[in-house]
């Protein structure tokens, strides 16, 4: 069984978070990228910070990480950027075929 994970980050508007999912994608790094609105609340420098953003869920296998996270770092706007990594299985045979087939890893 492959070692699937979600990679979470959060852009500050739409039009970023679409280039960098352009980019992974294209480069099959990740079978499929979600993009939800949401509003952050965090402290930045001493203050409470209330902001819209972009919520980015990266699909792919563990053997991406590494990449997708460098693509993070390099190209987001933000100082120092959120890169969560989850694992997860699917129990779904057909989707993690998908999934496989979609990613340059397909191992």
């Given at each position: 069984?492959?070692?699937?994970?979600?990679?979470?980050?959060?852009?500050?508007?739409?039009?970023?978070?679409?280039?960098?999912?352009?980019?992974?994608?294209?480069?099959r790094l990740a079978s499929c990228v979600q993009?939800?609105?949401?509003?952050?609340?965090?402290?930045?420098?001493?203050?409470?910070?209330?902001?819209?953003?972009?919520?980015?869920?990266?699909?792919?296998?563990?053997?991406?990480?590494?990449?997708?996270?460098?693509?993070?770092?390099?190209?987001?706007?933000?100082?120092?950027?959120?890169?969560?990594?989850?694992?997860?299985?699917?129990?779904?045979?057909?989707?993690?075929?998908?999934m496989s087939l979609n990613l340059l890893d397909?191992?």
């Amino acid at each position: 069984m492959k070692n699937y994970i979600i990679i979470e980050t959060t852009y500050p508007n739409k039009a970023k978070a679409k280039n960098f999912t352009n980019d992974i994608i294209g480069k099959r790094l990740a079978s499929c990228v979600q993009l939800t609105k949401i509003e952050s609340n965090y402290i930045w420098q001493e203050e409470i910070i209330n902001e819209k953003e972009i919520l980015v869920r990266i699909k792919t296998v563990k053997s991406n990480c590494d990449k997708i996270s460098k693509i993070i770092k390099l190209s987001h706007p933000y100082k120092i950027p959120e890169i969560i990594v989850i694992d997860f299985t699917s129990n779904n045979k057909d989707y993690s075929a998908w999934m496989s087939l979609n990613l340059l890893d397909n191992k």
